[in-house]
Structures are given as structure tokens and as C-alpha cells.
């Protein structure tokens, strides 16, 4: 099994930012891809971004959120951040960390963005 654990919602005003962080434990070694997604009220959980734990790091990330979010990871501490810059209203949801394994698919538990305008 693998937990993950997220810190870093809260409160911020339009163009604001927030940094993420998403926390592994367990059998971590299983884990090739770990990302965030995030849903709002309403609507359906939408990937926000990706990146691979291997040596690539390659990342991926949905076309509203390039050039304002950034994915990043630090291995030593089996952690994934996710910067969130120019934040808008619309960013306003619960945001999910996301572990894929060979097996298994995790999730946290979400931590809470609202972006006030």
C-alpha cells in the first residue's frame, strides 16, 4: 500500500499563489507516475499535472493550467509540490494528489483551494 498525505490548501486571492505538497509512504518503489488533479463543485476531477518518478521527471500538465503551474518533486523526501501562480476563482476546487502504481491506483485525502476573486 501507499499513503499520501497533502499540505498546502488554503485561502488566496485572485493572482495569488499556493505551493502543494503531496507526501508518499509505504511501498513507494511500486509508484512510476505521481500527479495532481483537482474537482471542483459539480464537476468532474480533472488531471492538473503529472510527473514521472523515474530518472526522466518527464511532466505533463492540462492546457489551462501551463505557464501558471508548475510540478516538481523531490525524491529524498518522496514528495511532489505543485506551485500554483496567477491563481484565479476558477481554480476553486479540492485538489487531489495521485500515486500510479504497476498494480494499484492512490489517492489522498485532498486539501482544500478556494481563490477569491
Known amino acids: 500500500q501507499v499513503q499520501l498525505v497533502e499540505s498546502g490548501g488554503g485561502l488566496v486571492q485572485a493572482g495569488g499563489s499556493l505551493r502543494l505538497s503531496c507526501a508518499a509512504s509505504?511501498?513507494?518503489?511500486?509508484?512510476?507516475?505521481m500527479g495532481w488533479y483537482r474537482q471542483a463543485p459539480g464537476k468532474q476531477r480533472e488531471l492538473v499535472a503529472s510527473?514521472?518518478?523515474?530518472?526522466?521527471?518527464?511532466?505533463n500538465y492540462a492546457d489551462s493550467m501551463k505557464g501558471r503551474f508548475t510540478i516538481s518533486r523531490d525524491n529524498a523526501k518522496n514528495t511532489v509540490y505543485l506551485q500554483m501562480n496567477s491563481l484565479k476563482p476558477e481554480d476553486t476546487a479540492v485538489y487531489y494528489c495521485?500515486?500510479?502504481?504497476?498494480?494499484?491506483?492512490?489517492w489522498g485525502q485532498g486539501t482544500q483551494v478556494t481563490v477569491s476573486s
Open positions: 510527473i514521472m518518478t523515474g530518472d526522466s521527471g518527464s511532466t
Open positions: 495521485n500515486a500510479v502504481g504497476f498494480v494499484n491506483n492512490y
Open positions: 509505504g511501498r513507494i518503489f511500486s509508484i512510476y507516475r
